[in-house]
């Protein structure tokens, strides 16, 4: 059976001296980030500028925030970054963040109790070792702040993505401040007035910041649509005046999954990755949008044909133009395991997952990924010993690492579409239709930029362009 990664995968790797199938990471040993019994609630790491990896994570007893940093072979003492005046909300599905350019590290936490404390962030300068003062992020407004996640281009900018509601947790929205002059500006609003009712009000964000563009991801509610959203600023978060839907999927759910999005800008895309239980179970899927309106490309199952019964959840991504790496958590019969995946060849390029944690039994729970200099560094939490743990993967020297701006992903209107879908110009001669599950379902012809779908069922779809100028493809929605 032709698996819809592998559809995608022959024309990506024409031209490339060698794919990421066809030869193994270099794997450095599983080590500790802290003793065991000092915590290890949802790890995030980032790179410093000596190449290092810093790494954050929550302890419940008592609520606290730690940092340690990898100093080439293991991790130096943990730290706590969180304060006296600001006991941080954590748990092992959300909690603070982090995020470095050069040698400054910034991380970002939620105080508790949650209805009456704000967000504050603190900064370091020397790669994580010591750290500044806490500055407050959300203004005396009296309204309720959670789920901050940071992301920088600025060493002296850092822009904070929260949940904004209104007095007794109602009106759950999506906001986003920025730093200018040492404080943080008004919020901006980047859910509405674009998605539909309240943003999903238990899922963690994500705020992706480039020098060109800051995306704001977020899983949105309204009317029990669990997907999700972006919106998109051309003004390093001064103003996003875009926002649309990047999630195919359609999940209806009326509980909530406690599960958010994740990407990173690759020149005019984001790549993005996040969790639904549309169909087949909960699963992985990763897609690619244009970063300047949001235009959906393709989406794909990280790990397609995979039984109903196993889970996956907790996707994080991290890259630098077509090379990326996606880790998740994955439960099979019990066992709770770290999965990775990873191309040079952008998203359709992924391989056959590896096992990141290959040295102990258990639950290992809540990854993270940080990319950089060609190698990977990942963390996850080790819930039976309570602490984090940290690998590193380097991509051998020989395969060739595309980091040129990738194709943009062809425009499709209207979408969701009724009968006639009108495609970007180009010489395309057919269309391949697709369900979520990969099956192909139709094949259309390309009549002058259309194509009839009015006999396609509702639903969510994939369509595969196919031309004198290749393939290309992108997702849309039959009502």
Known sequence: MITLR????????????????????????????????????????????????????????????????????????????STPGCVPSVADWMGSSIAAVGNTVWVVMKATPEDTRPIYVRRSDDGGSTWGDTVRV??????????????????NGPLVQYMQFD?????????VSHMMGGAFMAPVQVSAPF????????CPNQLVAGQDHTVALYRNAGPNIRVMWGATSSDAGGTFPTGALIDGTTWSLNVCPSSGPDGYLAGDSIRYVWMSGAT??????????????????????VHPGQVQSLQQNFPRIAGSGDTLGVVWQQISN???????????????????????????????????????????????????????????????????????????APVAWPNPVTDVLH????????????????RVVANFPVCSGTIDVITLTPGNYLCQLVGEAGKRSFTFVKR
């Open 195 to 202: 998605a539909p009712g309240d943003v999903c009000d238990c």
């Open 6 to 81: 592998a559809l995608f995968l022959v024309p990506l790797l024409l031209g490339t001296a060698l794919s990421a199938q066809q030869a193994d990471l270099a794997w450095g040993p599983v080590l500790d980030c802290n003793a065991q019994g000092e915590g290890g609630l949802r790890p995030r790491v980032a790179v410093n500028g000596s190449g290092g990896p810093v790494v954050l994570w929550g302890d419940l007893s008592p609520m606290a925030n730690y940092v340690a940093v990898g100093n080439g072979s293991g991790f130096d003492p943990a730290q706590e970054v």
């Open 280 to 301: 087949n179970g909960t699963k992985v899927y990763i897609g690619n949008a244009l970063a300047a309106d949001l235009s959906m490309g393709g989406q794909w199952n």
């Open 334 to 408: 019990g066992q709770s395991e770290i999965l990775f995946s990873w191309s040079v060849t952008g998203p359709a390029g992924l391989g056959v997952p590896d096992t990141v944690n290959v040295d102990l039994p258990g639950s290992q729970r809540t990854p993270d990924i940080a990319y950089a200099n060609g190698s990977f560094h990942i963390v996850w939490s080790e819930v039976s010993g309570s602490r984090v743990r940290y690998r590193k993967a380097t991509i051998p020297s020989a395969v060739s690492v595309n980091e040129l701006r990738p194709a943009a």
């Open 423 to 438: 495609v970007e110009e180009g010489a395309w001669l057919q269309a391949s239709i697709r369900d979520m599950q990969g």
């Open 167 to 175: 007095s007794g947790y109602f009106g759950a929205r999506q906001v």
């Open 138 to 155: 959300d203004p005396y407004d009296g309204l309720v702040s959670r789920f901050p996640s940071i992301d920088l281009v600025d060493a």
